[in-house]
């Protein structure tokens, strides 16, 4: 037993610093974008990769989910069988799909408002679309036999490949945005020639039609889900474009991506929490550990919150090579949504926190509910807000959509696992982030905010913390110890 946690918490720990770095590696791009491209071509961009997303969920339609659901308890010589029928029918899928887009791009590009000199765009996203999908398998199958070491050098090596050419293309071609879906289109390539040798040991001359028709309708149902926590994450990007323009969207979104340092946060602890609490659940305590858990939690997203709210503009204004600053000076006015979209990050914190009692109690037939109830909201608030508060409204959608995704997973969570949480300090906590963001806001559109009046706000923030009792040393140090034990 202890030796399988240890093999589950190891590939926990390659899979989670891999996407971290590989975020990381991604951001270093906006700062470099923002200072070469003009606000109108980074939002076609933007535009561009949100429907990217939404595309891929559509080509991909849950097979990844079905092709592991169905290897994993396939016998030695089934293996191979639900390999190949999966991928010839994704690969069959995908050529269909593709060619459909390529006949209907007129009418499709002009849906996804992609002005007509950039229709070549269109052609990249068709191919890029196509080439990560057919990588969807291979990729899975990697994850399967838990082969995490090559499956990250792959995907390291995508996003090397990615930088190095957009600094090439952009600096030393003077390409464009176009450098971008290029970058994109070699690195997905590399990928996909870096698969082939998995890919052709693993194949064999084989479809299965039985194992076709429980492999489509295994992974139909996961579309809804998946095109939902889609909508959550992009959908505000072509929304802004429809309701402002490019050059609005291209504020927005290199603003939204200041989200990263709460986001890689939140993404490293989803990585520990998933395997701890399965690894708990069946502690005498589990429960008590849990709510703790959320305090803790809470207590140290709400210190990067204040941090990185009270002084992002300070980061964002730095100036380096001729004096750039890390955000192009045309994309600065865009720094007060920063704040909102941090929170929505640690609400979306606090819905995994939540996530452990539908995982123990096997109800995740209710994530699908909850999400699309997120992205229901997300639309509405978006189409509400943005004609009033321009890209305001649409942070205030992105944090209304995680608020009420936390909401709905706590009513369904304590439905079936009633957790005891820590109320009293849980409303302190939120209570003060509110209270100081309003103070934040004030001081920052009708006084004007400088460094004295944030370090009195982090200050009082902070021994607030303290003075209220949200904080204890000894219980601090205690809760660290158990977060990070292994039994």
């Given at each position: 037993?202890?030796?399988?946690?240890?093999?589950?918490?190891?590939?926990?720990?390659?899979?989670?610093?891999?996407?971290?770095?590989?975020?990381?590696?991604?951001?270093?791009?906006?700062?470099?974008y923002?200072n070469?491209?003009?606000?109108?071509?980074?939002?076609?961009?933007?535009?561009?990769?949100?429907?990217?997303?939404?595309?891929?969920?559509?080509?991909?339609?849950?097979?990844?989910?079905?092709?592991?659901?169905?290897?994993s308890?396939?016998?030695?010589?089934?293996?191979?069988?639900?390999?190949?029928?999966?991928?010839?029918?994704?690969?069959?899928?995908?050529?269909?799909?593709?060619?459909?887009?390529?006949?209907?791009?007129?009418?499709?590009?002009?849906?996804?408002?992609?002005?007509?000199?950039?229709?070549?765009?269109?052609?990249?996203?068709?191919?890029?679309?196509?080439?990560?999908?057919?990588?969807?398998?291979?990729?899975a199958?990697?994850?399967?036999?838990?082969?995490?070491?090559?499956?990250?050098?792959?995907?390291?090596?995508?996003?090397?490949?990615?930088?190095?050419?957009n600094?090439?293309l952009?600096?030393?071609?003077?390409?464009?945005?176009?450098?971008?879906?290029?970058s994109?289109?070699?690195?997905?390539?590399?990928?996909?020639?870096?698969?082939?040798?998995?890919?052709?040991?693993?194949?064999?001359?084989?479809?299965d039609?039985?194992?076709?028709?429980?492999?489509?309708?295994?992974?139909?149902?996961?579309?809804?889900?998946?095109?939902?926590?889609?909508?959550?994450?992009?959908?505000?990007?072509?929304?802004?474009?429809?309701?402002?323009?490019?050059g609005?969207?291209?504020?927005?979104?290199?603003?939204?991506?200041?989200?990263?340092?709460?986001?890689?946060?939140?993404?490293?602890?989803?990585?520990?929490?998933?395997?701890?609490?399965?690894?708990?659940?069946?502690?005498?305590?589990?429960?008590?550990?849990?709510?703790?858990?959320?305090?803790?939690?809470?207590?140290?997203t709400?210190?990067?919150?204040?941090?990185?709210?009270?002084?992002?503009?300070?980061?964002?204004?730095?100036?380096?090579?001729?004096?750039?600053?890390?955000?192009?000076?045309?994309?600065?006015?865009?720094?007060?949504?920063?704040?909102?979209?941090?929170?929505?990050?640690?609400?979306?914190?606090?819905?995994?926190?939540?996530?452990?009692?539908?995982?123990i109690?096997?109800?995740?037939?209710?994530?699908?509910?909850?999400?699309g109830?997120?992205?229901?909201?997300?639309?509405?608030?978006?189409?509400?807000?943005?004609?009033?508060?321009?890209?305001?409204?649409?942070?205030?959608?992105?944090?209304a959509?995680?608020?009420?995704?936390?909401?709905?997973l706590?009513?369904?969570?304590q439905?079936?696992?009633?957790?005891?949480?820590?109320?009293g300090?849980?409303?302190?906590?939120?209570?003060?982030?509110?209270?100081?963001?309003?103070?934040?806001?004030?001081?920052?559109?009708?006084?004007?905010?400088?460094l004295?009046?944030?370090?009195?706000?982090?200050?009082?923030?902070?021994?607030?913390?303290?003075?209220?009792?949200?904080?204890?040393?000894?219980?601090?140090t205690?809760?660290?110890?158990?977060?990070?034990?292994?039994?």
């Amino acid at each position: 037993m202890i030796e399988k946690i240890k093999e589950l918490t190891k590939d926990t720990a390659i899979y989670g610093i891999s996407t971290i770095v590989g975020r990381t590696l991604g951001f270093l791009l906006v700062p470099f974008y923002t200072n070469v491209f003009p606000t109108g071509e980074f939002g076609i961009q933007a535009n561009i990769y949100a429907y990217i997303a939404f595309i891929n969920i559509l080509f991909i339609y849950g097979m990844d989910a079905a092709y592991m659901k169905f290897a994993s308890t396939a016998g030695a010589d089934e293996k191979k069988k639900v390999f190949s029928t999966t991928y010839y029918l994704l690969t069959s899928t995908t050529i269909v799909l593709g060619l459909l887009l390529y006949f209907l791009r007129t009418p499709f590009s002009s849906l996804m408002e992609i002005p007509g000199h950039y229709l070549k765009l269109f052609y990249y996203l068709i191919f890029i679309v196509a080439l990560d999908t057919i990588a969807i398998v291979p990729f899975a199958k990697l994850r399967l036999e838990r082969r995490a070491v090559y499956y990250t050098v792959i995907k390291f090596l995508n996003i090397i490949i990615n930088l190095v050419l957009n600094f090439y293309l952009i600096l030393k071609l003077k390409m464009g945005i176009e450098a971008i879906f290029i970058s994109n289109l070699v690195a997905s390539l590399f990928s996909f020639i870096a698969l082939q040798p998995e890919t052709f040991k693993s194949l064999s001359l084989v479809f299965d039609k039985g194992i076709m028709k429980k492999i489509i309708v295994f992974g139909i149902p996961y579309l809804p889900g998946a095109l939902a926590a889609t909508i959550v994450n992009v959908i505000d990007r072509p929304v802004v474009l429809r309701m402002t323009n490019a050059g609005t969207l291209g504020i927005y979104n290199a603003n939204y991506k200041l989200g990263i340092f709460m986001m890689l946060f939140v993404m490293m602890f989803q990585y520990a929490w998933q395997p701890f609490f399965l690894n708990n659940a069946k502690e005498k305590n589990a429960k008590e550990i849990f709510a703790k858990v959320l305090t803790l939690f809470l207590i140290i997203t709400s210190l990067i919150w204040i941090v990185l709210t009270l002084f992002i503009d300070n980061f964002a204004h730095i100036q380096f090579w001729h004096g750039k600053t890390i955000i192009g000076k045309e994309y600065l006015s865009g720094l007060p949504i920063v704040p909102i979209i941090l929170l929505g990050y640690l609400f979306n914190g606090i819905y995994y926190n939540f996530q452990a009692g539908i995982y123990i109690q096997e109800k995740t037939k209710y994530f699908p509910i909850v999400t699309g109830a997120g992205a229901l909201a997300n639309v509405i608030v978006n189409i509400l807000l943005i004609p009033i508060l321009g890209i305001m409204g649409a942070a205030l959608a992105t944090l209304a959509s995680y608020m009420i995704m936390a909401g709905g997973l706590y009513y369904y969570s304590q439905k079936f696992y009633p957790v005891k949480y820590e109320f009293g300090k849980v409303f302190i906590i939120l209570a003060l982030i509110f209270i100081t963001g309003i103070i934040y806001y004030y001081l920052y559109y009708y006084i004007g905010i400088n460094l004295i009046n944030k370090f009195i706000l982090l200050f009082a923030f902070v021994g607030s913390l303290f003075a209220l009792r949200v904080i204890e040393k000894n219980e601090f140090t205690r809760l660290i110890k158990m977060l990070f034990r292994v039994k």
